[in-house]
């Protein structure tokens, strides 16, 4: 195994690192996974500094749109298979209080994956599969801090069970969704329910109050 290491919130380094891949492994990259991110601090809308909520966006959006555009083989190639796996988060779409920007940036990177997707199913593209991993909260360090709510119905989702879910995609080169846990399934229902429905929602499920404020 070889390890690259690249500060993905610098671009020039980012730029140097994409070059030094497409020389060394350009022919032979099958798989694309694209699962950095970070989150701003807990903060009110109010609070949200522009220059971290732009580095948010870099790191979790434009560096993987990035990383698609430069490593994808060319389109309907008969030697070279490519699976691109992006790694958004049910916050994309059912984005709480106090974490704005990172909700933004991952609802972002659905709606590109999503256009990518149906621009290769359009112009019948057979090379390049692509996936969306839709995850809920993961125990990761990224969200701890706090006990999130209802774990009954939204369990945190272990990040081993999901990698193994990942492979196994990857191996049968699955289109689509994999959404986990369950409910994530049906958050984008949600969204387009009645207001007073989704307020309810909402405070059964406890997620405009259950994170702390962090200076």
């Known amino acids: 195994m070889v390890t690259i290491q690249c500060d993905l919130s610098n ?13 060394k492994y350009g022919e032979r990259i099958a798989v694309i996974i694209n699962n950095a991110g970070m989150r701003m601090k807990y903060q009110n809308f109010q609070h949200l500094d522009q220059n971290e909520c732009m580095r948010v966006f870099q790191l979790n959006t434009f560096n993987a ?3 698609m555009q430069s490593l994808v083989p060319e389109e309907n190639s008969n030697d070279r298979q490519c699976y691109i796996v992006n790694v958004a988060s049910t916050l994309g779409t059912l984005t709480p209080a106090k974490v704005a920007g990172y909700g933004a940036s ?7 994956h999503q256009s990518y997707s149906m621009e290769l199913q359009t112009r019948r593209v057979s090379n390049i599969r692509t996936l969306l991993v839709v995850p809920g909260q993961l125990n990761t360090a990224m969200f701890s801090g706090f006990e999130a709510p209802r774990q ?18 990857c191996e049968m080169g699955e ?11 049906f958050a984008h229902l ?3 329910m009645p207001y007073m429905v989704q ?16 200076e």
Do not use: H
Not at 11 to 23: A, F, N
């Open 106 to 112: 991952k609802s972002a990177l659905i709606a590109f």
């Open 190 to 192: 949600l969204m387009g």
């Open 65 to 67: 749109v990035r990383f």
């Open 11 to 23: 671009q020039v380094e980012m730029e140097k690192t994409l070059s030094l891949i497409k020389r």
């Open 152 to 169: 009954f119905f939204a369990p945190v989702v272990e990040i081993g069970t999901l990698a193994d879910q990942i492979v196994q995609k």
């Open 199 to 214: 307020i309810w929602a909402r405070k059964f499920a406890q997620i405009d109050n259950c994170l702390p404020d962090e």
């Open 175 to 185: 289109r689509g969704e994999l959404n986990v846990p369950f409910y994530s399934n």
